[in-house]
């Protein structure tokens, strides 16, 4: 009688690694047509956004399959950041309106933060829908726990608003902007560190109310 062997741990870390990829790929493939794509491809220094952007789009929806092909579902955070990085994304390339992607990043956090508050408002708690199966915590907690969340998405739109509009604000199109750079840089490599950190400082709060740690 033969039985199924358990996941071994190299199956699990390419897993990971997968996932990974899935998630800052895209992202991996903008930072990387705009700073070297002109030298590479020999497109204007001036039209580096918007062929990056270009590129953003189609690793995000390659990525949106695979994540598919992989899971057999999409998560709904990854479903709404699809639709918002089709509509500004593509607003941008039809328009050459470089505004439109510089607003995503805004637009994709506030609309996060609304769908958490529209549930708790509902009464529904979406987190515990999304992480429920990885922590068991009581509804007090959770809803703590989606405070937190609103808040960050807050923040995080806030804090785009000003980089952008501090920086990026007085690119046109077609011209090349120094200050884009500082923008490109900050979503690249300022928002998912803040974002490791946020969701690290939320361990203790979840261990101390995990109740499957309950003795």
């Not at 071994?8 to 897993?15: L, P, Q």
């Not at 580096?48 to 949106?64: E, H, S």
């Not at 529209?118 to 009581?138: H, I």
Request: net charge neutral; with cysteine; proline share 5%.
């Amino acid at each position: 009688m033969s039985s199924t062997p358990p996941p071994s741990s190299d199956a699990s870390s390419s897993g990971s690694i997968a996932k990974l990829l899935i998630e800052v790929g895209p992202l991996i493939v903008f930072y990387g047509i705009y700073f070297r794509g002109a030298q590479i491809f020999g497109f204007p220094e001036s039209e580096r956004i918007f062929v990056a952007t270009g590129a953003f789009l189609a690793a995000f929806a390659a990525a949106f399959i695979a994540s598919y092909v992989r899971e057999r579902t999409v998560s709904p955070m990854l479903m709404v950041s699809g639709a918002i990085v089709a509509v500004m994304g593509g607003l941008t390339l039809i328009l050459q309106n470089a505004t439109f992607v510089y607003m995503k990043p805004t637009l994709v956090n506030l609309t996060f933060a609304s769908i958490l508050g529209g549930g708790l408002v509902a009464g529904r708690m979406f987190l515990k829908t999304v992480f429920g199966q990885a922590f068991s915590l009581p509804d007090a907690a959770w809803r703590t726990l989606t405070f937190r969340f609103i808040g960050f998405f807050i923040f995080l739109a806030a804090l785009n608003e000003v980089v952008w509009r501090s920086y990026a604000g007085d690119c046109v199109a077609n011209a090349p902007c120094d200050g884009e750079e500082v923008w490109v840089n900050f979503k690249t490599f300022g928002v998912l560190p803040l974002t490791l950190l946020f969701t690290m400082a939320q361990t203790p709060f979840i261990m101390k109310h995990n109740q499957d740690d309950a003795s």
